[in-house]
């Protein structure tokens, strides 16, 4: 797994071995973040959420985000993301919160431009999470990428944001909301 643009572009990360992470290939990675940028995406300030290895809030940050927050409930991961941000140079402009996405919402503050979420295919809450977030902790031109499986029709809206567009990669589809849904 390598970060695929930007200024770490090129740079390993430690990857997923470990049981139950799934992470997101760097095919699909590239397409997600080719989407964003289609879309002129704000990187300001990200939230990677369901961050596994903490692969897509590291792109961010790679392509110019300020500032990313990365929550992930596994220890053993967030000691994984803790050493990717020290291998791709960005453990200043990052911090880790090592809880259930649920209980995020009680610790994050502030305004965030790009939300990455990509929660375990099976997460029934995932959906309540995202609407909670997206009505609460999103800036006035916010988008979100949400990745899923095929199986799953993602909602028409997250809080004031539309679903713009969903494209499928294999088992993987990415969603992305937007204001307007433009």
């Given amino acids: 797994m390598r970060i695929i643009a930007g ?11 470990e049981r139950g992470l799934r992470p997101t290939s760097d095919l699909v990675r590239g397409a997600m973040f080719d ?3 289609a879309i002129q995406a704000d990187f300001a300030r990200a939230l990677d ?4 290895t903490g692969a897509l809030g590291i792109e961010a ?15 053993r991961f967030c000691r994984l993301i803790r050493d990717n941000l020290e291998l791709a ?3 200043e402009k ?3 919160f090592c809880l259930p996405a649920e209980r995020a919402l009680t610790k994050l503050t502030g305004e965030y431009s790009l939300i990455l979420a990509d929660p375990p295919y099976r997460d029934e809450k995932a959906d309540d999470v ?12 916010a988008v979100i990428l949400f990745e899923h499986s095929k199986r799953k029709t993602p909602p028409p809206a997250l809080g004031p944001l539309h679903l713009a567009t969903s494209r499928r990669h294999g088992d993987t589809v990415i969603s992305i909301y937007r204001s307007g849904g433009s």
Avoid: H, N
């Avoid at 200024?7 to 071995?17: D, E, I, Q, V």
């Avoid at 959420?49 to 596994?52: D, E, I, V």
């Avoid at 995202?130 to 031109?141: E, V, W, Y």
């Fill in 130 to 141: 995202l609407q909670r977030i997206a009505s609460s902790l999103i800036g006035p031109d």
């Fill in 35 to 37: 989407m964003l940028q």
């Fill in 94 to 96: 990052a911090a880790v």
């Fill in 7 to 17: 200024t770490a572009r090129g740079r390993r990360l430690k990857g997923g071995s």
């Fill in 89 to 91: 140079g960005f453990v």
């Fill in 61 to 75: 940050l790679s392509r110019g985000a300020d500032w990313c927050d990365f929550v992930e409930k596994d220890v």
């Fill in 49 to 52: 959420l369901y961050a596994g």
